[in-house]
């Protein structure tokens, strides 16, 4: 035991310097900071692949002074308590060969719900640790431990799929309380600025907006073989993912059923400037079986996936998607994606609504520096989906995880516009949003094409469907929210704020307004927007 003790001070008492982290967690306050050194950049950061790598990040010419706007100096800054407060990681250790940082993870949110007149609240406790071996190794772990009560909106999807949306499977407590925990972690090798490797449990997200039409972090992390091969103007990555099926009745020895996704993405700057960037997407979703289990055809990572699934009878759900940005100054971005599920052009041509018109995409502005105020910006993004988009025959093809869609929270059949208008002052943040949506909700016992769950099987007829072919449903939202940044490394702010939600159609009609207060580690995005 005296043992223990010693090592354990020597432990705290190494020198202490920065912690080596590897990814920049998907967080959308995070990227808000570093958009103005990605867009400014002219050497080519892929900016649409996340997460972003902090070796990439630091090579940025802009990024380190970022990173010196976040620190605080001063006479208590300089004292311990001062550093670890609002300065660095709890424990940083560095001996060599090693880095290494220990953090507490947290989000303590107090609210109320004034329609319902119910108090909510959430109560996140964790830690996070991350290691470097030599700067070509690097690993990461954490874990979250959580109890609830939210809105009656988000209590209504928690019931009816039986998770919180990207966070986990619940267990329902008295009072209208719910229990949930969630686990992130990988492993990165990085032998060279050419390529490197992540085998983790995670999420991913393609594009440059706040949603992704491609593939999101809007679903439940998820284990994941990532390879990235970097030269010249252009990066490729190659993703071997294992998805489950919570729509299965799980086995006694076996859990939930499995089902795969294979990934291609090329991503390539153009022009002197890199100022325009083409990223191809290419996607095969397929579920295991008693006869059938993992498809090694799928494991080639320079085959076209379209050929190989048609080989094997089309059994599978293939997707094929298409991002752009273009840098229409150092400033301002422009961005846009296309998805398409199903696409025959005769039956596009001939207006009748054919149910296999699978597509959806994106457009959307982002723009740094308004009216040249610094660090005032503003995003606005239109999204959309045509009915029976990411469906399929089973649930073991369809674009979902943990019964959360893997794309947008919206599932298929509608238009979305949303629109972001922050300011940053030191550390002080303030941000409005708006968002308008329409969809065309399925009726009771119809699969009109809104839902991402059903088989598209049990599509009541092949022709007819426009957008919002069912129920048509309107959401109007907006928010306002205020934080303070107390420390970058964790980005642990304290936040308030306001969330007001409107959802209505011809069945029904629901209202919302939320004001909250709350101090966490912000490293995720967390939707409730739908």
Not at 75 to 91: A, C, D, M, P, Q
Request: net charge positive.
């Amino acid at each position: 035991m005296r043992g223990l003790l010693i090592c354990f001070v020597l432990f705290l008492n190494l020198s202490f310097a920065n912690g080596q982290e590897f990814l920049c967690p998907i967080n959308r306050d995070l990227n808000i900071g570093l958009a103005p050194a990605l867009i400014e950049d002219s050497a080519g950061f892929h900016t649409s692949m996340q997460p972003y790598a902090y070796p990439d990040l630091k090579m940025l010419k802009s990024y380190q002074a970022l990173q010196r706007t976040d620190t605080m100096s001063g006479k208590f800054y300089s004292t311990w308590v001062g550093r670890k407060l609002f300065n660095e990681h709890l424990i940083q250790i560095n001996s060599e060969g090693l880095k290494l940082s220990v953090d507490p993870l947290f989000n303590l949110q107090l609210g109320r719900e004034q329609y319902s007149r119910k108090n909510i609240f959430l109560n996140t406790r964790g830690v996070l640790v991350q290691g470097d071996v030599n700067g070509k190794f690097f690993f990461y772990t954490s874990f979250y431990e959580n109890q609830a009560r939210y809105a009656n909106y988000i209590d209504s999807l928690i019931h009816l799929n039986g998770v919180v949306p990207g966070q986990g499977k619940v267990k329902f407590l008295d009072n209208g309380q719910v229990d949930f925990s969630r686990s992130n972690g990988g492993m990165a090798y990085r032998p060279n600025k050419h390529f490197d490797f992540l085998l983790a449990q995670d999420k991913l997200f393609f594009g440059d907006g706040y949603r992704s039409m491609l593939w999101s972090d809007n679903s439940y992390p998820f284990p994941f073989l990532r390879a990235n091969m970097t030269f010249w103007k252009f990066r490729y990555s190659v993703v071997y993912a294992v998805l489950q099926d919570l729509q299965s009745v799980p086995g006694a020895n076996t859990g939930y059923a499995k089902k795969y996704s294979t990934i291609h993405y090329l991503d390539l700057n153009i022009g002197k400037s890199n100022r325009f960037c083409v990223g191809i997407f290419e996607a095969v979703m397929w579920g295991s079986s008693a006869s059938r289990g993992y498809e090694l055809h799928y494991l080639n990572p320079f085959l076209f996936l379209r050929p190989v699934e048609n080989s094997l009878g089309s059994p599978d759900n293939e997707l094929l998607g298409l991002n752009l940005h273009w840098k229409a100054s150092t400033k301002t971005m422009l961005y846009a994606q296309v998805m398409l599920d199903e696409f025959l052009l005769n039956e596009v041509r001939s207006g009748k609504g054919w149910w296999g018109n699978k597509q959806g995409g994106q457009f959307g502005l982002k723009s740094f520096d308004l009216f040249g105020v610094k660090k005032l910006n503003v995003q606005t993004e239109i999204n959309f989906a045509r009915p029976f988009m990411f469906q399929h025959r089973t649930t073991g093809q369809d674009y979902v995880h943990y019964n959360q869609p893997i794309a947008h929270p919206l599932g298929a059949d509608f238009v979305e516009w949303n629109s972001f208008l922050n300011y940053r002052w030191k550390r002080f943040f303030a941000e409005i949003r708006f968002q308008y949506a329409k969809a065309g909700k399925d009726t009771a016992g119809f699969n009109l094409g809104n839902s991402v769950f059903p088989s598209y099987d049990t599509r009541p007829s092949d022709y007819g469907y426009h957008f919002f072919t069912g129920r048509t449903s309107t959401l109007r939202g907006a928010g306002f929210r205020v934080k303070y940044l107390i420390n970058p490394k964790t980005n642990f702010i304290i936040e308030a704020g306001f969330d007001t939600r409107d959802y209505s159609n011809s069945a029904d009609h629901q209202q919302a307004r939320v004001i909250y207060f709350g101090i966490k580690t912000a490293l995720d995005n967390y939707y409730f927007d739908f």
